[in-house]
Every structure is written in C-alpha cells, then in structure tokens.
C-alpha cells in the first residue's frame, strides 16, 4: 500500500518567494495533519482536518501561512511570502479512525525539507 | 498546554548496552504512543499503550505505561546500530491531537 506521499522532498528559495508543499494522504483516513520539525522545537502541529475541513489552525504560526484540503487525496500547505525562519521539516500525516477523535496512530510522510535562504 | 518532557536529549551508546528512555508529564493521557523517526524519514509508530500500568515487548525493545498514565519509558535491550534514531513519545487525550514530546535522539556505536 501506498504511504503517505509528499512534494517535494527538498525545496531550495529565496526570502519573499512563495512556497506550496504537497500531499497525497493514504487512501480513505478521515485525518491529515500538516506539522513543523525543527531541532529547537520538535515536532509542531500547525493544523489539522477531518474529512477535508480544517478543524484547528491555532498552530499556524502567522498569517502567511494557509492550508486547504479540496478533496479527501490532496492537501496543500502554502507559505507567502517565505522568510528564513521558515526553514524547517514539514510533514504531513493522515490517520484513520478505529477509534474516537483523532487521537489513533498516525501515518506520517516522508517530509520536506525547506530552505529559505 | 499538556507538554511531554522526554529524557534524555540525547544518548550515544556501545553496541551491545542497554539503555532507558523516558516520557513524562504532569497530565494524565488515555493513551500514549512511541514512534521512531531515521534520517530522512517521518516517524513510524512502534506501540501504542493504553492501561496504567501497561508492559509491552517489541523484540528488544519494553514500553511502559505509568500507572497513573502520566508517564511512559522504552527500554532496549542489547541495542544495535540499527536501532539509532530519533525515539517520540505522543500522548492522546479525549478528542485533542496527539501531544508530541521533542524526542530523544539515540546513536548506537559499533
């Protein structure tokens, strides 16, 4: 089965630039999850949605940052304008739901890496 | 905020030893998950516990969930090279996400 798949793996940019990140959540989870890693502070969540509707955006970090979901296989995660502190690992998960809420095991993509130099 | 306090940061070891990680909080989770995370990768889910209490084995490896469900440990047993990683601890609670600790980063020496 196909994991979660995200896009790119790497991005490169400059200060100001807009960047869109990509994911193919696995095949019928109810749950996508877009997070931040970086060394200083871990894994962040940023927001979450349930069957394609945003349910808690608190950890976006600024206005700059949205993120949508237009159907159930594609989500997007988008930064403009980018700035250095941008520069981190940004995963994407999706998860099932066996159980109530959106507390069951996630399933996590491989990541992308973005530089904002 | 329910924070998740992971200890040590960081773990270099001799193949061969043992060693403990631990997961702490001072709020009480329904369930708690540890995930692995390699170089490159996203994190993949080892275990989930559940009840207080709770002992599971994963070949070397022993989770424990604290009787009051506030805290969790890994311990691995004879570990190995390929055991080196970036080990997360989650908490669940009622309809929230799941709480990530930042993890403890372990390197295994051959």
């Known amino acids: 089965d196909a994991g979660v798949i995200q896009s790119p793996r790497h991005e490169v940019t400059e200060m100001g630039q807009e960047v869109t990140l990509r994911c193919k959540p696995i095949?019928?989870?109810?749950?996508l999850f877009w997070y931040r890693q970086t060394m200083m502070r871990g894994l962040e969540l940023l927001i979450y949605?349930?069957?394609?509707?945003?349910?808690?955006d608190s950890g976006m970090p600024e206005d700059r940052f949205s993120a949508k979901m237009p159907n159930a296989s594609f989500s997007t995660l988008k930064i403009q304008p980018s700035e250095p502190r941008d520069s981190a690992v940004y995963f994407c998960?999706?998860?099932?739901?066996?159980?109530?809420?959106?507390?069951?095991?996630?399933?996590f993509g491989d990541g992308t890496r973005l530089s904002i130099l | 905020t329910q924070l998740l306090k992971q200890s040590p940061q960081f773990l270099s070891i001799q193949e061969g030893e043992n060693l403990t990680v631990y997961c702490n909080s001072s709020s009480v989770f329904s369930s708690l998950q540890w995930y692995r995370q390699e170089p490159g990768e996203g994190p993949v889910l080892l275990v989930t516990?559940?009840?207080?209490?709770e002992v599971k084995k994963l070949k070397r490896l022993t989770f424990q969930f604290g009787d009051a469900r506030k805290d969790s440990s890994l311990h691995i047993t004879a570990a190995q090279t390929g055991d080196t990683g970036l080990y997360l601890c989650a908490g669940a609670s009622g309809n929230t996400p799941l709480v990530f600790g930042k993890g403890t980063r372990l390197s295994v020496i051959a």
């Open positions: 095949s019928g989870h109810d749950y």
């Open positions: 516990v559940v009840t207080g209490g």
């Open positions: 998960a999706s998860s099932s739901m066996p159980y109530r809420g959106p507390t069951q095991p996630q399933h």
């Open positions: 949605f349930n069957n394609n509707v945003p349910i808690d």
